[in-house]
């Protein structure tokens, strides 16, 4: 196949269709034979022509990569029947418990309960074993307890393209996820 942009872009598209989770575009380039620079030109191409399109995907970022995903207004037709063998349920402690630890990350068990004002050792082990948080080391201060962090789990449950995709906090919601006085962080 001759390498022109729109073959790129072919190329590009097959490789996401085969692909069973989200890709780098490193990947995607030691994968094709094409230079970074190409492959960003073929996904912005392929993005516009499907956005386009009366196909009902398109390539999206999603969990630190690339990933081919039903278009949002046709995913809310589809999603009682196909979200629910894919999305797991989260009760309103374990989104809160998750909230907390993905705008404050890295952060402390006792950090947590002392943003929630309720012990949270259950909804970490849960969000642990669900790999929406991860131990992200230690934290230098006596006894040297875990950090925790989000996951690549947790961007591609959020449809997030990476952390800094997440809703921007409000004042009040801001001071709530500060660190308690006289804590060191």
């Given amino acids: 196949m001759e390498p022109t942009p729109e073959n790129n872009a072919a190329l ?4 996401l269709f085969l692909e069973s ?3 780098s575009e490193a990947y995607i380039a030691k994968t094709s034979g094409l230079s970074p620079e190409d492959v960003a030109l073929a996904l912005n191409r392929l993005c516009t022509e499907l ?5 009902g995907f398109a390539p999206v970022q999603s969990g630190g990569g690339w990933i081919l995903a039903p278009k949002v207004e046709i ?14 349920k989260l009760s309103r402690a374990a989104m809160e418990t998750l909230s907390i630890i993905a705008y404050s990350q890295p ?9 929630r004002g309720v012990s949270a050792d259950g909804m970490i082990r849960f969000l642990l074993s669900r790999y929406l948080i991860r131990e992200a080391g230690k ?11 989000t ?7 959020f449809k997030l393209g990476s952390i800094n995709d997440l809703p921007k906090l409000d004042d009040t919601d801001l ?7 006289g804590e060191q962080g």
């Fill in 139 to 149: 934290k230098d201060a006596p006894g040297k307890p875990l950090l925790y962090a």
């Fill in 75 to 88: 995913w809310e037709q589809l999603k009682a029947h196909y979200g629910q063998k894919s999305e797991m």
């Fill in 21 to 23: 989770g989200p890709v």
């Fill in 151 to 157: 996951t690549d789990e947790f961007l591609k449950y």
């Fill in 107 to 115: 952060i402390t068990r006792a950090e947590v309960e002392a943003i």
């Fill in 12 to 15: 590009i598209g097959a490789i």
């Fill in 175 to 181: 001071k709530r996820f500060e660190k308690q006085e």
């Fill in 51 to 55: 956005e386009a399109s009366c196909h």
